[in-house]
């Protein structure tokens, strides 16, 4: 679901990123991310500049959102979500301990308000995501435009991107959880993305 907020199109509960709202969170929220890609594990972690990389990755279910090759940059697909009422995927929560940390992870994802060109977007889920939370905190994800559905059409999987995601989370997870990414919107590897685009 989308709404359009003076002239602007924005997805439903869409968190607009900027120092202020950043620093506004962290004094009112315990802060989580919800991971579904390559924040599956914790190398995926690494490489963000982040202080403090999460080691503790709790696995959970996201509602009413679909995981896909939606995330895009030029011609390069990745992983997205996009929401989708009925549908759920498989990933992990986990603690973001500061705010420079959470503007580090977002900048490193390349999302709305940071880049001009980005196409993800930072999005509420405390209420989407299948575990019981304490009270304070708040759970986001980053997620993509419905359109992004048919943009992807031209778009080639990122090289070895969904090998590596695939590669990583079978060193981390259970083969329950594999199974569970799999049957949710996970690809073994980038000539199965190849196939599940030319196939729309």
Same mark, same amino acid.
């Given at each position: ?11 439903? /509960? ?10 506004? %969170? ?9 991971? &579904? ?9 690494? +490489? ?8 503790? %990755?709790?696995?959970? /279910? ?13 011609? @390069? ?24 940390? &959470? ?15 980005? /196409? ?9 995501? #299948? ?12 997620? /993509?435009?419905?359109? @992004? ?10 090289? +070895? &991107? &969904? ?26 590897? #980038? ?10």
């Amino acid at each position: 679901m989308e709404v359009s907020l003076t002239g602007k199109t924005r997805l439903k /509960n869409e968190f607009a990123i900027s120092t202020y709202s950043i620093i506004e %969170l962290f004094k009112r929220h315990k802060v989580y991310v919800f991971g &579904y890609g390559s924040l599956l594990y914790p190398e995926g972690w690494g +490489g963000r500049w982040m202080e403090n990389e999460p080691i503790d %990755l709790t696995v959970t /279910n996201l509602n009413d959102f679909e995981r896909g090759p939606f995330g895009l940059y030029g011609i @390069n697909n990745f992983y997205g979500v996009i929401r989708t009422k009925g549908k759920h995927l498989n990933g992990v929560v986990a603690h973001i301990k500061t705010p420079t940390d &959470y503007f580090q992870l977002m900048l490193s994802e390349f999302v709305v308000g940071l880049y001009h060109t980005a /196409n993800y977007r930072i999005v509420d889920v405390t209420e989407e995501v #299948d575990i019981d939370l304490p009270k304070g905190v708040v759970v986001h994800t980053v997620a /993509n435009r419905p359109i @992004n559905r048919t943009k992807i059409l031209p778009s080639w999987p990122s090289s +070895g &991107y &969904y090998d590596m995601v695939m590669r990583n989370i079978k060193r981390f997870h259970t083969d329950k959880f594999v199974a569970d990414f799999l049957e949710t919107g996970g690809f073994k590897d #980038d000539r199965e993305v190849k196939q599940y685009i030319e196939s729309l």
